[in-house]
T-cell receptor, first 115, second 112 residues
Framework: KAGVTQTPRYLIKTRGQQVTLSCSPI?????VSWYQQTPGQGLQFLFE???????NKGNFPGRFSGRQFSNSRSEMNVSTLELGDSALYLC??????????????FGPGTRLLVL | AQSVTQLGSHVSVSEGALVLLRCNYS??????LFWYVQYPNQGLQLLLK??????LVKGINGFEAEFKKSETSFHLTKPSAHMSDAAEYFC??????????FGEGTQLTVNP
């Protein structure tokens, strides 16, 4: 089975711009989560989607948004980029069995640099 | 709230020596605990997970972890370090749904 794929892998933007990152989960996985990783804050949860519905949201401003499509692929969007948004953005997917969310498997990440 | 704390942001061992990476959890309910490894410029790879089936959990690459409720710990060990083990290691607890809360990470250096 192919793993979690994320596109693009690297991105350079300038302050004030917006960006959209894409994540394709492992085939059959219907839950997708996003995390932000920075040297200062570590790994922080952004949001979680299951069956096109946002189930959980982390403590991030409204500039960060996401969505999930019917094929389970997910996108996250950051509007009005700030320098502090420079980070590695990780996507993870998991299955759901009998109502239990199983182990998350991570993609390689998208490294965003905001200038 | 469920959380994990990793003791030691940097650990250095010699090749062939025991690796011990510490993780303590805080949870009012039986936790689901995980160890992930991250190599430079890569995502997170699952090493092992604890889901209450057994207290000693064996993972990939010779790693194992023991769940100790009395000590609220889930330390990661490997009997003999290899140069390829150099990476950053994260302990995590599942808090709700599939959401994970991570520790601060421990950078492991393996010296020849």
């Amino acid at each position: 089975k192919a793993g979690v794929t994320q596109t693009p892998r690297y991105l350079i933007k300038t302050r004030g711009q917006q960006v959209t990152l894409s994540c394709s989960p492992i085939s059959g996985h219907r839950s997708v989560s996003w995390y932000q990783q920075t040297p200062g804050q570590g790994l922080q949860f952004l949001f979680e989607y299951f069956s096109e519905t946002q189930r959980n949201k982390g403590n991030f401003p409204g500039r960060f948004s996401g969505r999930q499509f019917s094929n389970s692929r997910s996108e996250m969007n950051v509007s009005t980029l700030e320098l502090g948004d420079s980070a590695l953005y990780l996507c993870a997917s998991s299955t759901v069995l009998a109502g239990e969310f199983e182990t998350q498997y991570f993609g390689p990440g998208t490294r965003l640099l905001v200038l | 709230a469920q959380s994990v704390t990793q003791l030691g942001s940097h650990v250095s061992v010699s090749e062939g020596a025991l690796v011990l990476l510490r993780c303590n959890y805080s949870s009012s309910v039986p936790p689901y605990l995980f160890w992930y490894v991250q190599y430079p410029n890569q995502g997170l790879q699952l090493l092992l997970k604890y889901t209450s089936a057994a207290t000693l959990v064996k993972g990939i690459n010779g790693f194992e972890a023991e769940f100790k409720k009395s000590e609220t710990s889930f330390h990661l060990t490997k009997p003999s370090a290899h140069m390829s083990d150099a990476a950053e290691y994260f302990c995590a607890v599942r808090t709700s749904g599939s959401r994970l809360t991570f520790g601060e990470g421990t950078q492991l250096t393996v010296n020849p």
